[in-house]
């Protein structure tokens, strides 16, 4: 799963928001799903779950992403944290989602402290929600 940052990240502050599922919301009970899934794929990341961080994704995503991410969790200790979880449109098997993330380095390697606006495409992959595809944007450095 690759990241994309498309436009230059900059170094401001922000203010955090609350959590909770606004926007968009047709189905209450499959954005909520969505949010758990988004949580439990942070948490994930957070822990260094490689198996839990991958079934958060769509099938066809596991094997590079399983590479990717083992090295980068070898790398960096993050804390991810999901401050903002916005539906941007919501149907029956999609659903795409701006969602505010921080990500704090708790390591020793060099890693900035940073907000960022990701989007993301969830999809239903037979009865299960997964993430298809996420794109950073608009990285704030808060260090």
């Known amino acids: 799963m690759a990241t994309f940052y498309l436009s230059a990240p900059k170094a401001t502050s922000h203010t955090i928001e609350a959590n909770g599922i606004t926007g968009a919301v047709t189905n209450q009970r499959d954005a909520q799903i969505c949010f758990d899934l988004l949580e439990k794929n942070l948490t994930a990341a957070s822990n260094k779950d490689i198996e839990t961080y991958i079934d958060t994704l769509v099938s066809s995503a596991h ?3 399983a590479q990717e991410m083992t090295t980068f ?3 960096y200790t993050l804390a ?3 401050l903002s979880f916005e539906i941007v449109k919501q149907e029956a098997s999609s659903m795409l989602v701006a969602a505010q993330q921080q ?3 708790l390591g020793e390697n060099s890693y900035r402290n940073h907000i960022t606006q990701a989007h993301h495409t969830f999809v239903k992959e037979g009865a299960a929600w997964k993430i298809q595809q996420t794109v950073m944007t608009n990285t704030s ?3």
């Open 63 to 65: 094997e590079e992403t």
């Open 80 to 82: 991810h944290t999901l």
């Open 141 to 143: 450095f808060i260090d």
């Open 73 to 75: 969790f070898d790398t």
């Open 103 to 105: 990500t704090i380095n």
